[in-house]
T-cell receptor, first 114, second 113 residues
Framework: EAGVTQSPTHLIKTRGQQATLRCSPI?????VYWYQQALGLGLQFLLW???????NRGNFPPRFSGRQFPNYSSELNVNALELEDSALYLC?????????????FGPGTRLLVL | GESVGLHLPTLSVQEGDNSIINCAYS??????FIWYKQESGKGPQFIID?????DKRQGQRVTVLLNKTVKHLSLQIAATQPGDSAVYFC????????????FGPGTRLSVLP
């Protein structure tokens, strides 16, 4: 069974541009989570989608947004990129959105903002 | 490969020895905890989990201990191998509905030959 996949693996943008990151969850998983892992920092929770709806978001500005498609894949969009947005963006999925479900991570997308 | 942190605490152990990695969690109401392993250039990989109604849980070569009194979690790795070299971090779930896991900063485990 395939794990969580993310694309692209690396992305280079300049300040002010927009970035779109994609995630495909494990088959059968309905929840998708996005995290930012900046150098020197731990994982910071960004967004949680379940059944096509945003269920929760972390302490990030509105220029971080996303959506979940009917096939449960997800996109993370970052508008008006800033230098400090450079980080590894990780996507995770779990079988359902409520309760204590283990999250399984993808390999991440490394975003570099110049 | 990429690093996940330049100033992470580092634990160096001899191959074959046991490793103990510690984590202090923040919320006494957290009731579910996970240990993850992250190798260079890869996403975090689930190792073992434990719920707050347990003090200890064992897996293959790994044991997690939970001390709710002092909000402390530890991961023990038996007979540490070179492939165990990675960053390890704990995660606590303090909002069941919100699925808002909070992750610790991590500890880098270095296995010496």
């Amino acid at each position: 069974e395939a794990g969580v996949t993310q694309s692209p693996t690396h992305l280079i943008k300049t300040r002010g541009q927009q970035a779109t990151l994609r995630c495909s969850p494990i088959s059968g998983h309905t929840s998708v989570y996005w995290y930012q892992q900046a150098l020197g920092l731990g994982l910071q929770f960004l967004l949680w989608y379940d059944e096509g709806e945003e269920r929760n978001r972390g302490n990030f500005p509105p220029r971080f947004s996303g959506r979940q498609f009917p096939n449960y894949s997800s996109e993370l969009n970052v508008n008006a990129l800033e230098l400090e947005d450079s980080a590894l963006y990780l996507c995770a999925s779990s079988p359902r959105g409520a309760g204590e479900e283990t999250q399984y991570f993808g390999p991440g997308t490394r975003l570099l903002v110049l | 490969g990429e690093s996940v942190g330049l100033h992470l605490p580092t634990l160096s152990v001899q191959e074959g020895d046991n490793s103990i990695i510690n984590c202090a969690y923040s919320n006494s109401a957290s009731d579910y905890f996970i240990w993850y392993k992250q190798e260079s250039g890869k996403g975090p990989q689930f190792i073992i989990d434990i719920r707050s109604n347990m003090d200890k849980r064992q897996g293959q070569r790994v044991t997690v201990l939970l001390n709710k009194t002092v909000k402390h979690l530890s991961l023990q790795i038996a007979a540490t191998q070179p492939g165990d070299s990675a960053v390890y971090f704990c995660a606590e779930n303090w909002d069941n509905y919100g699925q808002n896991f909070v992750f610790g900063p991590g500890t880098r485990l270095s296995v010496l030959p």
